[in-house]
DNA sequence: GAGTGGTCTAGACCACAGA
DNA sequence: CTGTGGTCTAGACCACTCT
């Protein structure tokens, strides 16, 4: 009863769009992942070896070996090595993808609204510049923001960003992301460092969130760089922790 | 001066082992950390070209495409294609692995301690039993513990864990981490899925904690599972947030 | 011994960026 | 056009787990 699948078939392999710009991997690697959501596998199922699964579907063993290693990586499969590959128990099958409840709120109909409350054109002080990784003095772009979500406040955004962007259309701000703006500029994140802490809230915070002042507030600051491996932003938010938290799922390497 | 740095040669690539257990993509990869985090590859330089490393390390494209790949997840390269490969900038080079100001203590001398509030064997009530995937009413090992850095608490750590370890030696708790105890048990965990927020200390909390009544904790919530896809454990913890944050690398995929 | 995943090779063609 | 990374093939040998 440890084991309680044998190997299954998962027919759903047909019609690999070898033409297309979708990589064979990933055609892949969303077949199963598909086929664990809706329970066609289910938790402690066993996959088909690669080798097999390879010859079936006519495909080379590292392509089978990179698709099953994107559901290794998100967490949805285990393998060991002499036994084979296995589903993950838990309800991992649905719903443990979302990162956040303002996610929650915005597929429940909740439409995400932002309030500017400052943007200033300064010089970056000790601290934006190491964020940053650039010159002390040099010009950069602060913005303040308070993001709600049908009416209710969620978070107060801080959010610094290098001189290549002071001439951002400030406007847009109200409307879009600031990862939207940026994207439309050409702009493309690759990598951020974040930490995640909680403090009490500031008087200011509280007014703000509409919380009790000296209550609990989540806290994350974060630099983001972009594809040549430069800083594009540096961002502490504050956000109210009734509506808001961090979920993730960390994989051993 | 976008691109400061031509390629640059690494000499560093002697005396591979090609007999050993260390594969050779790992060999590789921690050369070339190696080099960031020394400077040897300051941020913006970059790489060589996946082919002409591969040559001149007598080693093949794929080899050489992993190593880089597996510094690419951890945030210290980016690649572009047409580009090249570049380090990340910032002071990404060091100290930016560690998770959490616990271990800054741990480091700085400060011996963690543990203090086992309660340990109890009793049934699976509804979350536990959703949380680690078994029938309510199962037999599971509860546990609280205080866990403290130089004699000042820095977390409340409240586990639970499935029947297969209610024969845990709940004496070893006091002076072994939890994970240490399992994996002498032969466990080897695989997969975590937690939840990070915030919220206002109960007043047993900030008792435990030292700090005042209904100031703010950090919280996390995590389920464990091992090599087999099974969980292992679920726990539910508070840290003081003046002592502890969670530090992490997002890399877009 | 049989079956599995882990590693590695030596090529190939393609898509994209820049001069 | 050249140079780069992104994908893919068709094999090979090894280490590990279980029977």
């Known amino acids: 009863m440890a084991e309680p699948n ?51 579907l006519g495909l080379s063993r590292p392509t089978i070996r990179r698709a099953i290693q994107e559901l290794v990586d998100k ?30 709120l915005e597929r429940s109909g909740q439409k995400p609204d932002t309030r500017v409350l400052s943007t200033e054109i300064g010089e970056a002080d000790e601290r934006m510049a190491e964020e940053l990784g650039v010159e002390v003095g040099s010009p950069v772009l602060h913005i303040k923001r308070l993001r709600s979500a049908g009416g209710v406040p969620i978070a107060i955004l801080d959010n610094v960003l290098p001189a290549d962007f002071t001439d951002i259309d400030l406007g847009d701000l109200s409307k879009h992301g600031l990862y939207q703006l940026l994207r439309a500029r050409g702009v493309t994140m690759r990598v ?52 808001y938290s961090f979920e993730m799922t960390l994989v051993e390497r």
Request: include cysteine; charged fraction near 25%; glycine fraction near 10%.
């Open 192 to 243: 951020a460092k974040q930490r995640i802490g909680a403090r009490d809230a500031t008087a200011h915070e509280a007014g703000l969130l509409d919380i009790p002042k000296g209550s609990a507030v989540l806290t994350m600051s974060r630099t983001a760089f972009d594809n040549s491996g430069r800083a594009v932003e540096w961002g502490q938010h504050c956000y109210r922790p009734d509506l």
């Open 75 to 104: 967490g949805l499969l285990v393998r060991r090595r002499g036994i084979g590959t296995q589903v993950v128990h838990g309800k991992v099958s649905r719903g443990v993808e979302l990162t956040s409840l303002y996610e929650d």
């Open 6 to 56: 044998q190997s299954l078939p998962v027919d759903l392999f047909i019609d690999l769009d070898r033409s297309g710009p979708v990589p064979l991997y990933f055609q892949i690697s969303s077949r199963i992942e598909q086929a664990i959501h809706d329970g066609t596998l289910p938790p402690g199922s066993r996959l088909e070896n690669e080798v097999a699964l390879g010859n079936r």
